[in-house]
């Protein structure tokens, strides 16, 4: 932006634009032509002495100046041509003269247009979404952030939120599938343990699958804070091909006896990753509410652990009992041994080597387990075993459960899970005692 008034010379004429024409201008040399258009006669084209063409268009803002009268006279660029055809360029200054007219300064309404649309572009709203939202309602924050910033944004960074379509999530998605392919295969090699194609395939999926259900979420919350009018996310395509995306519930269970191989190797590998393993068995919760176990969660008395609703993927406390074997893993663990008489403060069972948090980042840990039980089953000529993942555990305790007779209800409470309909209002019964009796029976399967 600046004023009319310029200190280079230059020679000027005004006549209609036309491509033609402008194919034949030519500044002398020492000077530089200004060509003012009949058509929106504050529209210019200025040529350089070396030959470059350039638009802008000048104005007075109404109310500017003293008086309210018409402010100063002020240059606004609108492009070099011929990237800007000359249509554009007098469209371009008819909405310039516009605004100058009901006394706005079209040049910086330009820079405040500009600024907001830097400030939606994907990546930022992907930033505040994180702070502002993920942060506060999801526990696995971390997760939301790291397929964000690992998945989304280096496809769509300086992208519109509000111009993404569902087209575009599509595309995304066969780009994260591979990409995720991709990363299961570097992580394989570096580890040295080949997979299978299939199971490269699953990693591929599964990434893919993640990524939309994030993506669901955030474009769910702009919509609320009035940044985008659909969600491109949240119905996809029917097309057979796609189908592949929607999620499908597992079914692996293990038996009793892979059970057993899977209990025998986590005792050879111990505290603390093992010793996760065989209490996931026994009590059949999730890895993260075992790993998170402390003091302040663990009733001494009555041998039970209540986890609050803030850490409980349902938001509801849950209370469970925990089984001879189960009481004395615990009583064994390096930390609890190491508990002063009076706790000050809480304390984690399983922490890290800081002590001050609780383990996470089980990669290394569920590695270790699979080639210990595969070590342990070639020493006495057992067969692999089949495909399994840590979350299967609490399925295959739920089934051994009903193999043993236990009521469905009663398996369903020691899982923590809500009672369906109209019975989670009516029954507010703790289940505690059943709850136990289901529990201890499981655990005299290991001992």
Same mark, same amino acid.
């Given at each position: 932006?600046?004023?009319?008034?310029?200190?280079?010379?230059?020679?000027?004429?005004?006549?209609?634009?036309?491509?033609?024409?402008?194919?034949? =201008?030519?500044?002398?040399?020492?000077?530089?032509?200004?060509?003012?258009?009949?058509?929106?006669?504050?529209?210019?084209?200025?040529?350089?002495?070396?030959?470059?063409?350039?638009?802008?268009?000048?104005?007075?803002?109404?109310?500017?100046?003293?008086?309210?009268?018409?402010?100063?006279?002020?240059?606004?660029?609108?492009?070099?041509?011929?990237?800007?055809?000359?249509?554009?360029?007098?469209?371009?200054?008819?909405?310039?003269?516009?605004?100058?007219?009901?006394?706005?300064?079209?040049?910086?309404?330009?820079?405040?247009?500009?600024?907001?649309?830097?400030?939606?572009?994907?990546?930022?709203?992907?930033?505040?979404?994180?702070?502002?939202?993920?942060?506060?309602?999801?526990?696995?924050?971390?997760?939301?952030?790291?397929?964000?910033?690992?998945?989304?944004?280096?496809?769509?960074?300086?992208?519109?939120?509000?111009?993404?379509?569902?087209?575009?999530?599509?595309? =995304?998605?066969?780009?994260?599938?591979?990409?995720?392919?991709?990363?299961?295969?570097?992580?394989?090699?570096?580890?040295?343990?080949?997979?299978?194609?299939?199971?490269?395939?699953?990693?591929?999926?599964?990434?893919?699958?993640?990524?939309?259900?994030?993506?669901?979420?955030?474009?769910?919350?702009?919509?609320?804070?009035?940044?985008?009018?659909?969600?491109?996310?949240?119905?996809?395509?029917?097309?057979?091909?796609?189908?592949?995306?929607?999620?499908?519930?597992?079914?692996?269970?293990?038996?009793?006896?892979?059970?057993?191989?899977?209990?025998?190797?986590?005792?050879?590998?111990?505290?603390?990753?093992?010793?996760?393993?065989? =209490?996931?068995?026994?009590?059949?919760?999730?890895?993260?509410?075992?790993?998170?176990?402390?003091?302040?969660?663990?009733?001494?008395?009555?041998?039970?652990?209540?986890?609050?609703?803030?850490? *409980?993927?349902?938001?509801?406390?849950?209370?469970?009992?925990?089984?001879?074997?189960?009481?004395?893993?615990?009583?064994? =663990?390096?930390?609890?041994?190491?508990?002063?008489?009076?706790?000050?403060?809480? *304390?984690?069972?399983?922490?890290?080597?800081?002590?001050?948090?609780?383990?996470?980042?089980?990669?290394?840990?569920?590695?270790?387990?699979?080639?210990?039980?595969?070590?342990?089953?070639?020493?006495?000529?057992?067969?692999?075993?089949?495909?399994?993942?840590?979350?299967?555990?609490?399925?295959?305790?739920?089934?051994?459960?009903?193999?043993?007779?236990?009521?469905?209800?009663?398996?369903?409470?020691?899982?923590?899970?809500?009672?369906?309909?109209?019975?989670?209002?009516?029954?507010?019964?703790?289940?505690?005692?059943?709850?136990?009796?289901?529990?201890?029976?499981?655990?005299?399967?290991?001992?």
């Amino acid at each position: 932006m600046a004023s009319v008034a310029d200190a280079v010379e230059h020679e000027a004429k005004r006549d209609t634009i036309t491509d033609k024409a402008i194919a034949k =201008l030519k500044a002398e040399p020492g000077k530089r032509l200004e060509w003012a258009d009949t058509v929106v006669p504050q529209l210019r084209l200025r040529v350089s002495q070396k030959g470059a063409k350039h638009w802008s268009v000048v104005y007075r803002v109404s109310g500017a100046g003293e008086g309210g009268k018409k402010g100063k006279m002020r240059r606004m660029s609108l492009g070099d041509y011929p990237r800007v055809t000359i249509a554009k360029a007098r469209d371009g200054a008819r909405d310039a003269l516009d605004q100058a007219e009901k006394g706005i300064d079209p040049a910086h309404q330009r820079q405040v247009d500009a600024v907001a649309r830097n400030e939606r572009t994907f990546e930022i709203i992907a930033e505040r979404f994180v702070e502002e939202y993920a942060k506060e309602e999801q526990k696995e924050w971390k997760s939301t952030k790291a397929y964000l910033d690992n998945y989304v944004v280096p496809h769509w960074r300086g992208r519109q939120v509000e111009e993404i379509k569902r087209s575009d999530v599509n595309a =995304l998605l066969v780009k994260v599938r591979a990409q995720g392919i991709k990363r299961a295969r570097e992580r394989a090699e570096k580890a040295k343990k080949p997979r299978t194609e299939e199971r490269y395939a699953l990693s591929g999926l599964s990434a893919a699958r993640e990524v939309r259900k994030r993506l669901r979420t955030l474009f769910n919350w702009a919509g609320e804070e009035d940044l985008v009018i659909f969600n491109p996310a949240a119905v996809m395509p029917s097309k057979k091909k796609k189908k592949s995306l929607a999620y499908t519930s597992r079914k692996r269970a293990l038996s009793l006896e892979e059970l057993r191989r899977v209990w025998d190797a986590a005792e050879e590998i111990g505290y603390r990753y093992g010793r996760v393993i065989q =209490l996931l068995i026994l009590t059949g919760q999730r890895r993260s509410e075992i790993a998170k176990l402390n003091t302040d969660w663990l009733n001494r008395d009555k041998w039970t652990v209540t986890v609050p609703p803030l850490h *409980y993927k349902t938001n509801i406390e849950h209370t469970y009992p925990l089984s001879a074997p189960a009481i004395a893993i615990i009583e064994a =663990l390096p930390s609890y041994q190491a508990l002063p008489k009076k706790l000050d403060k809480t *304390y984690y069972l399983f922490p890290t080597n800081n002590g001050d948090r609780p383990i996470n980042g089980f990669s290394k840990g569920r590695d270790q387990l699979h080639a210990k039980i595969a070590e342990l089953g070639e020493k006495e000529g057992l067969p692999p075993l089949d495909e399994w993942q840590v979350r299967d555990i609490r399925r295959s305790v739920k089934t051994e459960m009903s193999r043993l007779g236990v009521p469905h209800l009663h398996s369903e409470q020691v899982l923590g899970h809500v009672l369906p309909g109209i019975e989670s209002v009516y029954d507010v019964h703790d289940y505690l005692g059943e709850k136990r009796a289901a529990l201890d029976l499981w655990g005299e399967q290991w001992t």
